[in-house]
């Protein structure tokens, strides 16, 4: 049986957290929290894009300062783990990123 607890994702913005680096494990459960819950739309420049739900768009750098670590690379180098673990799908086709977390359902029921 598995366990649940609920976090709102507001966590993120707490005054308590603030200026403090992520943890991999912060920024897992913060691409969780940014990816789409029901199939939307995202605008890139002058185009409008399909957003299936568990699906995002974002780009290293914004990752970066979101997270507050000091480089690209770290970011790369952990994206790329995540989908070598089939915990993400990343495509990078229109200036910025798509990340899909698979098994996405697992995560928000």
Avoid at 6 to 24: A, K, L, M, N, T
Avoid at 91 to 101: A, P, R, W
């Amino acid at each position: 049986m598995s366990r649940w607890i609920r976090i709102q994702v507001g966590i993120f913005d707490h005054e308590i957290f603030e200026g403090q680096p992520f943890s991999e494990r912060d920024a897992w459960i913060w691409i969780i929290s940014k990816a789409a819950w029901k199939d939307t739309t995202h605008r890139v420049g002058f185009s409008v894009h399909d957003v299936k739900r568990g699906s995002f768009f974002t780009t290293v750098r914004q990752l970066q300062n979101e997270w507050k670590w000091k480089s690209t690379r770290k970011v790369h180098v952990f994206l790329k783990m995540l989908e070598s673990e089939t915990m993400i799908e990343t495509t990078s086709e229109t200036g910025k990123t798509l990340i899909s977390v698979c098994n996405y359902s697992k995560y928000h029921p």
